[in-house]
């Protein structure tokens, strides 16, 4: 039988953790710095990283990008909030079986449910178990309770989320967020669904910040590479 290629793959360690100085992490370090730039009259307290479609480097920029911020010293929540496809406890070597959708279906608190990581100053809120109604969690009063209880206690909130094209979750978590960052997948990302997929974002009431363009090749050892969207 063919092997279907798996997107969620267990074994995600992060090169801002593993080689902090390679030019990879340094791409990383320009987004943060990106980020902090494009948002300077009013600071990005909650922030959403979302693609087109499946596949397309999303968990792995939210994490790298959760890494980075903290290295800075900021406290930092990053927050499985891809309830269909979670991939935030692999990445971090965590147990899923309590998190967000626990939290959000008041089975356990938020400070409960939120797990310390190897690096210090990030902490991460796993998905929980997959529910059958991820939209309509993500839309309750409950997860606009959570943000506010995190707000106070985070310098920066990240969220990783699903596919925009594919489901509404991140549209919902887009108008919850202060703003959002959009990965592109060199090579992959279709023109006109990416299109599609920034006029949905802009239209959030959350800012789009800009876009991470991810897996480019190496041109002059910038491999991930950053770019504004005014
Ligand atoms: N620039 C890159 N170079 C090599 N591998 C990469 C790169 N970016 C992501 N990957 C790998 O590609 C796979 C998909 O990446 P990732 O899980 O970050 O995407 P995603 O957009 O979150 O996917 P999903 O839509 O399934 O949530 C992972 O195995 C990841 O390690
Ligand atoms: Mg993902």
Same mark, same amino acid.
């Given at each position: 039988?063919? #092997?279907?290629?798996?997107?969620?793959?267990?074994n995600r360690?992060l090169?801002?953790i @593993?080689?902090?100085k390679s030019?990879i992490?340094?791409?990383?370090?320009?987004?943060?710095?990106?980020? =902090?730039?494009?948002a300077?009259?009013?600071?990005? %307290?909650?922030?959403?990283?979302?693609?087109?479609?499946?596949?397309?480097?999303?968990?792995t920029?939210?994490?790298n990008?959760a890494?980075?911020?903290a290295?800075q010293?900021?406290k930092?929540l990053l927050?499985?909030?891809?309830?269909? #496809?979670?991939?935030?406890?692999?990445?971090?070597?965590? /147990?899923?079986t309590?998190?967000?959708?626990?939290?959000?279906t008041? =089975?356990?608190?938020f400070?409960?449910?939120?797990?310390?990581?190897e690096? @210090?100053?990030?902490f991460v809120?796993?998905s929980? /178990?997959?529910p059958?109604?991820?939209?309509?969690? &993500?839309?309750?009063?409950?997860?606009?309770? @959570?943000?506010?209880?995190?707000?106070? =206690?985070?310098?920066?909130?990240?969220?990783?989320?699903?596919?925009?094209?594919a489901?509404?979750?991140?549209q919902?978590?887009a108008?919850?967020?202060?703003a959002s960052l959009?990965v &592109?997948?060199?090579?992959?990302?279709d023109?006109e669904?990416?299109?599609?997929?920034?006029e949905?974002?802009?239209?959030?009431?959350?800012?789009?910040?800009?876009?991470? &363009?991810?897996?480019r090749?190496?041109?002059k050892?910038?491999?991930?590479?950053?770019?504004g %969207?005014n």
């Open positions: 039988m063919k #092997k279907r290629k798996k997107t969620t793959n267990k360690g090169i801002t @593993l080689n902090p030019p992490s340094e791409q990383y370090r320009t987004v943060r710095t990106n980020i =902090q730039f494009s300077v009259d009013d600071s990005v %307290h909650t922030l959403i990283v979302t693609s087109t479609g499946p596949g397309e480097g999303k968990s920029t939210v994490a990008l890494v980075v911020m290295q010293g900021k930092v927050i499985d909030s891809d309830m269909r #496809k979670p991939t935030v406890h692999y990445t971090f070597q965590l /147990p899923n309590i998190g967000l959708t626990n939290v959000l008041k =089975q356990i608190s400070v409960d449910a939120i797990r310390e990581t690096i @210090l100053d990030l809120l796993t929980g /178990p997959i059958p109604n991820p939209a309509e969690l &993500l839309a309750s009063k409950s997860m606009a309770d @959570l943000i506010e209880m995190a707000k106070e =206690q985070f310098d920066l909130i990240l969220f990783d989320a699903p596919p925009i094209l489901v509404t979750d991140a919902i978590l108008n919850l967020c202060d959009f &592109l997948s060199s090579g992959k990302t023109r669904e990416a299109m599609k997929a920034v949905m974002l802009k239209a959030a009431k959350g800012k789009l910040l800009g876009t991470v &363009l991810n897996g090749k190496e041109v050892s910038s491999y991930y590479y950053y770019y %969207h």
